[in-house]
C-alpha cells in the first residue's frame, strides 16, 4: 500500500506543496542570476558606452538615406584623392628637401636621373615614384584624378555617365534589364507616380511636368532659358516670384498702375515730369505736384501758371520771378536768377544800337545796321575778318591782298603793302629779293649791283670819294686818309694833323675848366666842344647851324672862306641849310 506524502507547515503553520516550494526556489536563483549580470555590465566602462551610444542613435538618428550608386562611387573617389593629395603633401615635403640639392628648373624636380615635373608627370604625380593608374587617371596639379569629367566614370578605358547608361548604370558594368532604363544611376522599368518620361532627356529620364524648373508642362521646357531668369515651374507653368514679371528674358518688379516700362526693361512714371523713386512716381527736387491731368509737377519759383502756389496764375503777359508775378524784361533781355532783366550770355546792351549785341571778339566791332559784329577799320580801308581779328588787306603787311592762311601773302623785310601788293617803300628797289636804297648802298650805288670802292661813298646814286662835308653822321673826315673815322669820345677831339682822336686839354683855354669829379674837360656855359677842336667855342645858337670845321652861320646864310677861324657868311643857298657843302651851294 502506498503511503501519500503530507504536505509541509511553515512557521505560520501554512501547508505548503513541495513542488511549489522547488519552483519558488527556481525563480530566486533566475533572478540572483539576472543581477549578477546586470552588476558585471554596469562595471564594464566599454559595454556601457558602447550600449548607451548604440540605444540613443537607434533612438534619435534616423537611418541615413540611401545613395544611388553613382553617389557612392563619387563619394569613394573624393575619399580617394583626399588621400592620396595628404600622402603626396608629405612626399612633396621631403622631396623639397632632396631638391634643394639638386640643379632642376623650377617646377621640375629630380626623380632618379630626371627632371619631372611632378604636377603633370603619371609616374612621378604629386612626388616621386607616385604612379597614376595610365587607363582611368591622369596627373593634375600633382594628383592623380579620374579622367573623365565630374559625374563621369571611366568604365573599360571609355568615360560614361553612370547616372544614364543602361550598360553602366550605378557602376561600371551595371547593365539593366531590356525592359528597364537607366534614371539617376538606377534601373527602373518606369517612373513613378505624377512622373513622366522624358526619352530625350540627357540626364533624368523621370521629370515631374508640374514643378521640375528643366521639364515645366512639357519634357525639355526649361523655365529658365525659354521663359525668364529666376522664374519657376507652378502647375505646369513657368512663372515669376510674387510681384514680378517677365522684361526681357528676366523676372523684374511689376510696374505699379502710373508707371510704363521702357525698352530698357525700367519702369518709367508716365508723367514727364516725376521719376521712379523706389517703385513710386515721385516730382523732382524743386518742384511741386499740383495734379493735374498731365505733367502735374511745377516749378512754382518760375511757371507763370502756377506761380506761388498750385491756384496763382499771372496774368496775361507777366512772368514769375522767385515765386511772384513781374512785368516781362525789355525784348531781347531776359531774367536774370537775381530777377533783374539782363542781356544773355555773351551779350552786353549797346546804347547806340539800344539792344542786347553780341560780345565781339578781337578787334570786331559791332556795325549797323543790327548790331552784328563785323569789321570797321576807319575810311580808306578795305577790312577783311582774318580769323577773330579785323585787318586792313590792302595795306596790312602780314595779310596783303587777304588772309594769310587764304589767298593773301606776309611781305617780306623792308618791303609794305600797297593796294593789297608788297612793294618796296617809296625811294626803294627791289635787288635779289630784299628791298634796297640805291641811292646810298655801296653794294647797289644807283642801280643793283653796281658796287662802290672800299674808298668810297654812295651818295645820291653815285660812287664818290668823301671830303669833309659827306661823312656820315658820327663819323669825321681824315685828311690824311682821304675817309671818314669814327666820331671821337666826349673828352676827346679829332686832331686832323695826326688824323685819330686826341685827350681834350684845359690848361691853355680860357672857356673850359677841369670837372671836380670826372677829371675830364668841361666847357664853360655858353660854349661848347666840337668833333675836330680842343678848345672850347661859342655856341651857334637856335638860329645858326655848325659846319663839319666849326663856323657857324644863320640859317638865311652859308659859310664861305677858309679853314679855320675867323668867319664870314655868304648870302644864303637855295637849299636847306644843313644840305649845303661848305664853301660852295
Do not use: W
Request: charged residues 20%; proline residues 7%.
Amino acid at each position: 500500500m502506498t503511503e501519500k506524502a503530507s504536505p509541509d507547515k511553515d512557521k505560520e503553520g501554512k501547508t505548503h506543496d513541495s513542488g511549489s516550494i522547488r519552483r519558488r526556489s527556481f525563480f530566486i536563483s533566475i533572478l540572483v542570476f539576472s543581477v549578477i549580470i546586470n552588476s558585471l555590465i554596469s562595471s564594464s566602462i566599454f559595454s556601457s558606452s558602447l550600449f548607451t551610444i548604440s540605444s540613443t542613435h537607434a533612438q534619435q538618428t534616423p537611418p541615413p538615406p540611401r545613395q544611388n550608386p553613382q553617389e557612392r562611387q563619387d563619394e569613394a573617389n573624393q575619399r580617394a584623392q583626399q588621400t592620396q593629395a595628404e600622402a603626396n603633401q608629405r612626399m612633396q615635403e621631403r622631396q623639397a628637401q632632396a631638391d634643394q640639392r639638386t640643379q632642376c628648373t623650377s617646377p621640375k624636380r629630380l626623380c632618379g636621373n630626371n627632371c619631372v615635373d611632378t604636377q603633370t608627370d603619371i609616374n612621378n604625380c604629386g612626388s616621386c615614384d607616385n604612379p597614376c593608374d595610365p587607363i582611368n587617371e591622369k596627373c593634375q596639379g600633382g594628383f592623380c584624378v579620374n579622367k573623365c569629367g565630374l559625374g563621369q566614370t571611366v568604365c573599360d578605358g571609355i568615360c560614361i555617365d553612370t547616372s544614364k547608361d543602361p550598360l553602366n548604370c550605378g557602376s561600371c558594368d551595371s547593365p539593366c534589364n531590356e525592359d528597364q532604363f537607366c534614371d539617376g544611376g538606377a534601373c527602373k522599368s518606369q517612373c513613378g507616380p505624377g512622373e513622366t518620361f522624358c526619352s530625350n532627356d540627357p540626364i533624368v529620364k523621370c521629370r515631374n511636368l508640374q514643378t521640375d524648373d528643366t521639364s515645366c508642362g512639357a519634357c525639355g521646357r526649361n523655365c529658365e532659358t525659354m521663359f525668364a531668369a529666376d522664374s519657376t515651374c507652378v502647375t505646369g507653368r513657368c512663372q515669376c516670384p510674387q510681384g514680378q514679371e517677365v522684361s526681357n528674358g528676366k523676372c523684374v518688379p511689376t510696374c505699379s498702375a502710373d508707371m510704363v516700362r521702357n525698352p530698357s526693361g525700367v519702369c518709367e512714371c508716365r508723367d514727364p515730369t516725376k521719376v521712379n523713386v523706389n517703385g513710386q512716381c515721385q516730382c523732382v527736387a524743386g518742384r511741386t505736384d499740383c495734379h493735374t491731368a498731365e505733367s502735374s509737377c511745377k516749378d512754382l519759383s518760375s511757371d507763370a501758371g502756377y506761380c506761388g502756389a498750385c491756384n496763382i496764375k499771372c496774368a496775361s503777359g507777366m512772368s514769375c520771378v522767385n515765386g511772384k508775378c513781374e512785368a516781362p524784361c525789355p525784348e531781347g533781355q531776359i531774367r536774370k536768377p537775381d530777377g533783374t532783366c539782363g542781356c544773355p550770355d555773351g551779350q552786353h546792351f549797346s546804347t547806340t544800337f539800344g539792344k542786347c549785341v553780341p560780345i565781339c571778339e578781337g578787334n570786331q566791332v559791332n556795325v549797323p545796321p543790327n548790331g552784328n559784329c563785323g569789321c570797321d577799320l576807319g575810311p580808306g580801308t578795305f577790312p577783311e575778318k582774318c580769323g577773330s581779328m579785323c585787318v586792313d588787306t590792302a595795306h596790312d603787311e602780314n595779310n596783303c591782298g587777304g588772309c594769310a592762311n587764304a589767298d593773301g601773302d606776309i611781305c617780306g623785310a623792308g618791303e609794305i603793302c600797297n593796294n593789297g601788293s608788297c612793294t618796296c617803300a617809296l625811294g626803294q628797289t627791289m635787288c635779289n629779293g630784299q628791298c634796297i636804297n640805291t641811292q646810298t648802298s655801296k653794294q647797289n650805288c644807283g642801280a643793283c649791283g653796281t658796287s662802290c670802292n672800299t674808298d668810297e661813298t654812295c651818295a645820291q646814286g653815285k660812287c664818290t670819294k668823301p671830303n669833309t662835308n659827306e661823312c656820315p653822321l658820327g663819323q669825321n673826315f681824315d685828311p690824311g686818309t682821304n675817309s671818314c673815322k669814327s666820331k671821337c669820345t666826349s673828352n676827346e677831339f679829332y686832331n686832323t694833323v695826326i688824323g685819330n682822336c686826341e685827350q681834350r686839354t684845359c690848361d691853355s683855354d680860357p672857356n673850359a675848366t677841369v670837372c671836380s669829379t670826372s677829371g675830364n674837360c668841361v666847357c664853360n656855359s655858353g660854349f661848347e666842344h666840337i668833333a675836330n677842336q680842343n678848345g672850347c667855342v661859342p655856341k651857334c645858337g637856335d638860329t645858326h647851324y655848325r659846319y663839319a670845321d666849326g663856323g657857324c652861320c644863320a640859317f638865311t646864310a652859308s659859310c664861305q672862306g677858309p679853314t679855320g677861324p675867323p668867319y664870314t657868311c655868304a648870302p644864303p643857298c637855295p637849299g636847306p641849310p644843313a644840305s649845303s657843302p661848305q664853301n660852295s651851294c
